[in-house]
Each structure stands twice: as C-alpha cells, then as structure tokens.
C-alpha cells in the first residue's frame, strides 16, 4: 500500500468512526456525514446518497442490537412505522433514479433548521 | 394520530432511501408529537431505517450503483464509532442528548440551505462559460 492511499484509507476510517458515532448517539444523521466524504472521493451526488445509505445500514443494525440490549427501545415501539416507511423506501429509492433531488433539499434544509431550533429553545 | 404515524413512516422512508436524513422526520415527529424521550425515538428510528436501508442497497447494488471497495474502510471506521456515540449519548443523558441533535439540525439545516442557494445562484453563470480542466 503506498502513502497516498494509506493516507485516504485512514481518513476514511476516521470519517467512518464520525459517522459512526453520529449515528450511535442520535440514531440518524450518520449518512450526512458520509455523503459529503464519498463526493470527496470522486462520486456524483446520486451515487454518494446511495452509498450512503450502504454504509449506514450495518451501523444501524449494530446500534440497534446495542439499543435493544440496553433497553432504549423495543420491537414494538417502532413495527408500526415500517409499513410505510418500507413503501416510503420504494418510492424514494424511485424518484432518486429519475431526477436528482436538490431543489427537495433546499427545502428540507429549512425543515431541519426550524425543528433543530424548536429543539434547542425547549 | 395513527394516519399522522403512517405519514410520518411514509415520509422518512421516502427520504432515508434517498440518502437524504429521513431519520430526522421520524425522530422529530416522534419527539414533537408522541413526547418519545431523545434516546427513544433514536432507537425507533434505527430499527425502522434497517428494513429500508436493506431494500434501498438491495435495488442500488442491482444496478451495481454501491462501490464496496470504497466504503469497506468508512464501514469498520463507523462500526468503532457506534459504541463510542451510544456510550457519549448514555454519559450527557436526555435533556443534553435532545439539545445535541437540535444543535445538529442546525448545523444540517443551515448547510443545505448555503448549497441550495449557492447552486441556483450558480447556474445561469455555467452555461455562460467553459469548464476548466
């Protein structure tokens, strides 16, 4: 392995740890973390969300055995979302292969800012 | 409140498959409207995001969209940052926990407003010029 690619191995591993922890201590927000670190790495927009998303998934499935164990959340807090959510996932996963959302972003955007500080000012 | 529940699952799987936060619709729903404490709704979110996320990579690795080699080293880095957020969450307890995520949404929130408005003031100057490199 040579310097330079020992290099962006490590601060992809760091990066991964940040994502990691994010995604461990709220239970969301690790992919945009790792969104901005895979565009950094030469994929488009689309492609650094759908990675994402690959990357996540094992980090949930291990903070979520880690929360079940615990005894932060049950089965049966969460079922009745998922159903939705499920069909939620194939029309997202839809709409991501026929346009790129970045107008829809914006818009989130302003969501997050006004619930974060909903969240702060309680 | 159940069709408010169905919306709310609706809409974080529209947006956590695209890679876009959906955890944060769940998680704010959840804490806005069912008082769920922080540390909860987070793990309600991580169960509800695995089957979604399992969906999402299934249909994104098909069309062979998912560059495993290159997430391999963010994956082991992020496993080792699990335990260290999940123990910081435990240490700072729920009232820090739920102003840390608000905080967090801030920062999100501001981001993504900048680069919206930063790629419509762009983009009429992009047609007009050519690319260097």
């Given at each position: 392995?040579?310097?330079?690619?020992?290099?962006?191995?490590?601060?992809?591993?760091?990066?991964?740890?940040?994502?990691?922890?994010?995604?461990?201590?709220?239970?969301?927000?690790?992919?945009?973390?790792?969104?901005?670190?895979?565009?950094?790495?030469?994929?488009?927009?689309?492609?650094?969300?759908?990675?994402?998303?690959?990357?996540?998934?094992?980090?949930?499935?291990?903070?979520?055995?880690?929360?079940?164990?615990?005894?932060?959340?049950?089965?049966?807090?969460?079922?009745?979302?998922?159903?939705?959510?499920?069909?939620?996932?194939?029309?997202?996963?839809?709409?991501?292969?026929?346009?790129?959302?970045?107008?829809?972003?914006?818009?989130?955007g302003?969501?997050?800012?006004?619930?974060?500080?909903?969240?702060?000012?309680? | 409140?159940?069709?408010?529940?169905?919306?709310?699952?609706?809409?974080?799987?529209?947006?956590?498959?695209?890679?876009?936060?959906?955890?944060?619709?769940?998680?704010?729903?959840?804490?806005?409207?069912?008082?769920?404490?922080?540390?909860?709704?987070?793990?309600?979110?991580?169960?509800?995001?695995?089957?979604?996320?399992?969906?999402?990579?299934?249909?994104?690795?098909?069309?062979?969209?998912?560059?495993?080699?290159?997430?391999?080293?963010?994956?082991?880095?992020?496993?080792?940052?699990?335990?260290?957020?999940?123990?910081?969450?435990?240490?700072?307890?729920?009232?820090?926990?739920?102003?840390?995520?608000?905080?967090?949404?801030?920062f999100l929130g501001v981001k993504e407003i900048i680069n919206?408005?930063?790629?419509?003031?762009?983009?009429?100057?992009?047609?007009?010029?050519?690319?260097?490199?």
């Open positions: 392995m040579n310097k330079e690619k020992l290099k962006t191995t490590s601060i992809d591993i760091g990066l991964g740890a940040v994502t990691g922890m994010v995604n461990g201590l709220f239970g969301a927000g690790g992919g945009m973390i790792a969104v901005p670190l895979l565009k950094k790495r030469g994929l488009n927009q689309k492609d650094a969300q759908k990675n994402a998303v690959a990357v996540i998934l094992p980090l949930a499935v291990i903070s979520a055995v880690i929360y079940l164990i615990k005894g932060y959340v049950s089965f049966k807090d969460a079922y009745i979302y998922m159903p939705t959510g499920v069909l939620g996932a194939f029309i997202g996963t839809k709409i991501l292969s026929i346009l790129s959302p970045k107008l829809l972003k914006g818009i989130f302003g969501f997050m800012l006004y619930a974060g500080i909903r969240l702060l000012l309680r | 409140m159940t069709v408010a529940a169905l919306l709310a699952g609706l809409l974080s799987g529209i947006i956590g498959s695209m890679g876009l936060g959906g955890g944060t619709v769940l998680i704010i729903y959840l804490s806005f409207f069912k008082h769920e404490k922080q540390i909860t709704a987070g793990g309600i979110n991580l169960l509800f995001f695995i089957p979604i996320a399992i969906i999402s990579v299934i249909i994104y690795a098909k069309a062979k969209d998912i560059k495993w080699k290159l997430i391999i080293p963010i994956i082991i880095g992020g496993i080792i940052g699990c335990f260290i957020g999940i123990f910081l969450g435990k240490t700072i307890g729920n009232v820090w926990l739920a102003k840390a995520f608000g905080g967090f949404l801030c919206t408005v930063k790629l419509y003031l762009k983009k009429p100057k992009k047609s007009g010029i050519i690319k260097k490199e």
